[in-house]
Each structure stands twice: as structure tokens, then as C-alpha cells.
């Protein structure tokens, strides 16, 4: 679990890096390999989800009742140059009242069982 900022930009569909094909003939061909999507930050990535998808999760015991966030996972691919493209899962959780938002980086092993959001959400939590 890795707490991030918003300036941190991510793609929702794996970026498959390779040489882009067009070339117009003149000059050297390119060689370097450059993602067929584009990133997003992070605050981008929030808006485009529907409402339907986020999920009201308690995540603590409080005095006056549970403590409450809405949250959601997405599946998202992190890539920088000369590095494969690693699929990753974003946790985005908001207070339910307030605006107040978090973005954590989730890694799950491929061996691992698939992460719940109210595991993670409990884990952003105690950061």
C-alpha cells in the first residue's frame, strides 16, 4: 500500500508500449517506444467513475457509530521508460460528508487472492 498525491498519472488500459508505425520516410526511423493510451492523473481517474460503482465501507469502530468512507478499486497500469508495464490496483476512498479524498497504490502478487476493498480501505486507513 503506497499513499500518493495528485500529481501521479496512471492508465486505465495497459499502454502495450511499441515503436509508433508512422514514419513519413525523411530522417532517421523511430526507435524509442512510447504507450498507445494516455495517462491520467489522478483526480481525472476519480471523476470518470460512475456512481453506481462506489461503495459505502465501514472501516473503523467509532463513538458515535462505524466510521464510514466511500471507496472504490480500480485495475491500472503504472509504465516508465525501459520498465514493463506493471498492473496495479488504485484505491480511491472520500469521506462521505466532506471532500476530502485519498489515493493509495495497491500491489497484489499474481499468486495472491484478489484484494476487497474493504481490506484495502482498512489498510489505507491505518497509514
Not at 501521479?8 to 498507445?36: I, Q
Not at 472501516?59 to 466511500?70: E, I, N
Amino acid at each position: 500500500m503506497l499513499n500518493l498525491g495528485t500529481g501521479l498519472h496512471l492508465y486505465r488500459a495497459d499502454p502495450t508500449p511499441a515503436v509508433p508505425p508512422v514514419w513519413s520516410g525523411r530522417g532517421r526511423p523511430p526507435r524509442r517506444v512510447t504507450p498507445l493510451g494516455t495517462a491520467q492523473a489522478l483526480p481525472e481517474l476519480a471523476a470518470q467513475v460512475p456512481a453506481r460503482d462506489w461503495q459505502i465501507v465501514p472501516y473503523r469502530p467509532g463513538q458515535k457509530g462505524p466510521l464510514v468512507r466511500q471507496a472504490v478499486l480500480l485495475p491500472v497500469w503504472r509504465w516508465e521508460l525501459g520498465v514493463p508495464a506493471q498492473v496495479l490496483h488504485l484505491l480511491i476512498s472520500r469521506e462521505v460528508y466532506s471532500t476530502q479524498v485519498k489515493y493509495s497504490l495497491c500491489y497484489t502478487p499474481p499468486q495472491a487472492p484478489a484484494l476487497g476493498v474493504a481490506q484495502a480501505l482498512y489498510r489505507q486507513m491505518q497509514r
